[in-house]
């Protein structure tokens, strides 16, 4: 596609509930991450994937935060037993990861609130 | 780990006025420096990339500088526009594919 395409755009969940929020990276971009947008704080490394692999995992918050990607291209962010913490804009990026060119480009964003 | 600072937090400016943004970093075995707007309610929109063999890139009215023996990086923004009106965010890479973000500048220009 002609850009990262991030679904849905805004979520709402009660406390408790298992939530996915699913990435679509630009077409041919190797690299795909995850990161967390909290109120009034930065933005949090999540995950990283190359191709189908996640070769680091260690920005997610808890066990209950898992993410695949399969055919090297979509990648889903499920967050089990949601909790108030958990609200926050989730946002994907991609980029072609090769040398010279790592310039990363990001979706819209996906806005959870747990309620 | 690295650490990124952005000064100041905030920024209001009349419009046509040149303005820099200041961005900080405390790792200088940077790989590169990403600049990126990011619009109320948005996600975030690339401007420059600066490898870490290139000393500044320009896009439009955009200049990116970056010192990595200093460890730091500026925005130069050339005659303000009302639309440049964002919060402006720099990331570093140090070679671990992770980018590290400074909380931004939220800039204002004032018609």
């Known amino acids: 596609g002609a850009g990262v395409s991030q679904s849905p755009s805004n979520k709402v969940t009660e406390k408790g509930k298992d939530v996915e929020l699913r990435c679509d990276p630009i077409?041919?971009?190797?690299?795909l991450y995850w990161y967390r947008q909290s109120l009034g704080q930065g933005l949090e490394f999540l995950i990283y994937?190359?191709?189908?692999?996640?070769?680091?995992k260690s920005g997610l918050p808890s066990d209950r935060f898992s993410a695949e990607r399969t055919g090297g291209s979509v990648s889903t962010l499920t967050i089990q037993r949601t909790q108030q913490e958990d609200s926050a804009v989730y946002l994907c990026?991609?980029?072609?990861?090769?040398?010279?060119?790592?310039?990363?480009?990001f979706g819209q964003g996906t806005r959870l609130t747990v309620v | 780990k690295q650490e990124v600072t952005q000064i100041p937090a905030a920024l209001s400016v009349p419009e046509g006025e040149n303005l820099v943004l200041n961005c900080s970093f405390t790792d200088s075995a940077i790989y590169n420096l990403q600049w990126f707007r990011q619009d109320p309610g948005k996600g975030l929109t690339s401007l420059l990339l600066?490898?870490?063999?290139?000393r500044e890139q320009t896009s439009g009215r955009l200049n990116a500088s970056l010192d990595k023996s200093s460890g730091r990086s500026t925005l130069y923004i050339a005659a303000s526009q009302p639309g440049d009106s964002a919060t402006y965010l720099c990331a570093a890479e140090a070679g671990s594919y992770q980018l590290t973000f400074g909380k931004g500048t939220k800039l204002s220009v004032i018609p």
């Open positions: 600066i490898q870490s063999s290139q």
């Open positions: 990026a991609s980029s072609l990861y090769v040398a010279g060119n790592t310039e990363a480009f």
């Open positions: 077409s041919g971009h190797t690299a």
């Open positions: 994937f190359q191709g189908n692999s996640a070769p680091d």
